[in-house]
T-cell receptor
């Protein structure tokens, strides 16, 4: 379970505010991912990054932004443009090997809009 | 877009019975199919995975089968125990853009094992 950390564990946001969720890994993984989890919806991909300084939109990127300045860090910003941000956010990482996509997940951040 | 469908959404079994969860995927290029278990309030954890060059894989009470022609794969849990109660997610690899792969997840199956 170790190797990927997310902070904070719980986050409360007022409407109109931007908030940033932290994700750090020390597994020397090249690829990192952000997922959103809602009840009954499974895990939906927000953004992913295969290498430093490069990232791609997933299925539900609108209202979110990311950066990948360091290999071990992949922060997610939830902007005020995201109209329904209350959810459980999971960060994951994997080695950049085409035939081995096992992803290791962080403990998650639960975001609530007040 | 590509998707993964998972059934059933809920499954209740008696301790000792078997449980089967089925998934279908749409991307014929998918070559990696993991299964994750998520206990309440915790992170998903990989329990078993299978690659496209293998039809079946077993690890103690857990097995996964893959039918690439039909584009479906299944998780089989035998001799279920109360600690198997959790949400189970299937996933399939997809290729984004020219390089790089990601996983598309099913919506999950809530398994309840009663003693």
């Amino acid at each position: 379970d170790g190797g990927i950390t997310q902070s904070p564990k719980y986050l409360f946001r007022k409407e109109g505010q931007n908030v940033t969720l932290s994700c750090e890994q020390n597994l020397n993984h090249d690829a990192m991912y952000w997922y959103r989890q809602d009840p009954g919806q499974g895990l939906r991909l927000i953004y992913y990054s295969q290498i430093v300084n490069d990232f791609q939109k997933g299925d539900i990127a609108e209202g979110y932004s990311v950066s990948r300045e360091k290999k071990e860090s992949f922060p997610l910003t939830v902007t005020s443009a995201q109209k329904n941000p209350t959810a459980f956010y999971l960060c994951a990482s994997s080695t950049f090997m085409d035939f081995n996509n096992e992803q290791f997940f962080g403990p998650g951040t639960r975001l609530t809009v007040l | 877009g590509e998707n993964v469908e998972q059934h059933p959404s809920t499954l209740s079994v008696q301790e000792g019975d078997s449980a089967v969860i089925k998934c279908t995927y749409s991307d014929s290029a998918s070559n990696y199919f993991p299964w994750y278990k998520q206990e309440l309030g915790k992170r998903p954890q990989l329990i078993i995975d299978i690659r496209s060059n293998v039809g079946e894989k077993k690890d103690q009470r857990i097995a996964v089968t893959l039918n690439k022609t039909a584009k479906h794969f299944s998780l089989h849990i035998t001799e279920t125990q109360p600690e198997d109660s959790a949400v189970y997610f299937c996933a399939a690899s997809i290729r984004f853009h020219q390089a790089g792969t990601a996983l598309i997840f099913g919506k999950g199956t809530t398994l309840s094992v009663s003693s």
